[in-house]
């Protein structure tokens, strides 16, 4: 049935209600029904992406975003693996995080329990409409979803298939919803009594937008302006294997490398051997004053240290220093993934310490900046923001906390006279049996 945003706002407060006191045996099993249903519609889904990524060729989207669009028999199935994956992980619902005895007889706990309802804005990558539904479904949260328009076709099959395999599963109905216009999203954005977090995906100036037309919080997921920093003190061959994976292993996401940063004392015997295998793979290079006396490259620009390319490009710099490095990431990074290329343990834990971002890495590619590998079943996206969540959000990000204190006739009266005394004892993190 279609209907406006409001009433898909209103149906979604009242599926969250009922969601959070869903059994995760249940939610499991609507995850694996979800699965089911990708796996016996994917005739369907990729023809209706197929759709999709002839008008985005038409309108001529550029080959990275073609790529994110595209679905394939491998990608949906990767989309079931996940789902049976994040099925088997532990419920992040109820988990005691604080317990004191205040008193005998009066017991605190901390508990984890869902948002409510969560309006997410991603890009036309309908994986993400799957991993994104999937970790609001199993965190007990309703979720709407508004899809960059190329993928519409495939988001509206895939909706259907979520709403209609979980709802079978015994999910409350309208716990899951797809916005299908820029019309939409404005009309979310000013329901701040029925939706209690705006996730928006995109770059700076877009979450900066949402953020100043709307009450409701939000948690942005900004652009990916990764960096890898090369040490005078590496594993010549290691490091040019990671920084090269850094780069080139996908180019259209948020955790590849766009900015590589490579010490003065290294850099002669580094660059050469990392421009010809970049070259190899068809990447440009664009580089300071000092990187061109060492390699044919064009010359980088100042723009280029504040662009997230999501392409086939890279810019380099040639530093003094890796306090020179940590300040070049602090000053243009976006706070999101940045490694540091070093056999010194003591200038990794400095790097790591020192750069303000989300994900710090010592010797590995950026690329592993994902909530699916850091064992979270999948992830909504990289918070680069501070405040409750950052790095890969995956369901334990979606998850807030109450307090359920335990008691058996105390009153404040009979503290403040005496009665009875404080004690904040420790108590198991488990709720006490009913």
Not at 33 to 50: L, P, S
Not at 239 to 257: E, R
Not at 284 to 311: F, K, N, S, V
């Amino acid at each position: 049935m279609e209907h406006n945003v409001q009433t898909m706002a209103e149906y979604a407060r009242k599926a969250a209600r009922q969601l959070a006191a869903v059994s995760a045996e249940s939610r499991n099993a609507a995850l694996l029904a979800i699965a089911d249903g990708i796996a016996a519609n994917k005739a369907e889904i990729m023809e209706a992406n197929a759709l999709d990524v002839a008008q985005a060729t038409e309108e001529k989207l550029s080959a990275p975003l073609l790529s994110r669009l595209k679905v394939t028999d491998q990608k949906c199935d990767r989309m079931i693996e996940g789902l049976r994956a994040l099925a088997k992980l532990p419920d992040p619902l109820g988990r005691v995080q604080y317990a004191k005895e205040l008193t005998p007889g009066l017991e605190l706990y901390r508990v984890a329990c869902p948002i409510g309802v969560i309006g997410v804005i991603f890009e036309s990558r309908p994986d993400a409409l799957v991993q994104i539904s999937s970790l609001c479904l199993k965190s007990g949260n309703a979720v709407l979803l508004k899809g960059g328009k190329e993928a519409l076709r495939t988001n509206i099959v895939l909706t259907r298939i979520i709403r209609e395999a979980t709802e079978k599963a015994g999910i409350p109905a309208g716990w899951c919803d797809l916005l299908q216009s820029r019309e939409d999203v404005s009309e979310m954005l000013k329901l701040h009594k029925l939706i209690d977090l705006i996730i928006p995906r995109g770059s700076n100036a877009f979450v900066e937008y949402i953020m100043q037309n709307s009450q409701i919080p939000v948690l942005g997921h900004a652009e990916g302006l990764c960096h890898v920093y090369v040490d005078e003190n590496i594993d010549l061959q290691q490091a040019v294997k990671v920084a090269v994976d850094s780069k080139t292993q996908n180019l259209s996401v948020c955790n590849a490398a766009e900015t590589m940063l490579v010490h003065r004392a290294v850099a002669g015997e580094f660059l050469p051997l990392v421009a010809e295998q970049l070259k190899e793979k068809g990447t440009e290079l664009r580089g300071d004053a000092r990187t061109q006396a060492l390699i044919d490259c064009l010359p980088a620009t100042e723009e280029d240290w504040h662009t997230e390319y999501l392409d086939s490009i890279i810019s380099i710099k040639v530093v003094d220093s890796m306090e020179e490095a940590i300040e070049h990431i602090n000053a243009y990074g976006s706070h999101h993934t940045d490694s540091i290329l070093s056999t010194d343990a003591a200038k990794a834990d400095r790097f790591m310490t020192l750069v303000d971002s989300a994900d710090v890495f010592w010797n590995c590619s950026t690329r592993f900046s994902d909530g699916f590998l850091f064992g979270f079943g999948a992830e909504v996206g990289i918070a680069t923001g501070k405040i409750h969540a950052r790095g890969p959000m995956g369901m334990e990000g979606l998850c807030t906390y109450k307090y359920r204190l335990y008691g058996s006739g105390q009153t404040l009266t009979e503290l403040n006279n005496g009665t009875i005394s404080l004690t904040h004892s420790d108590l198991p993190l488990q709720l006490p049996e009913a």
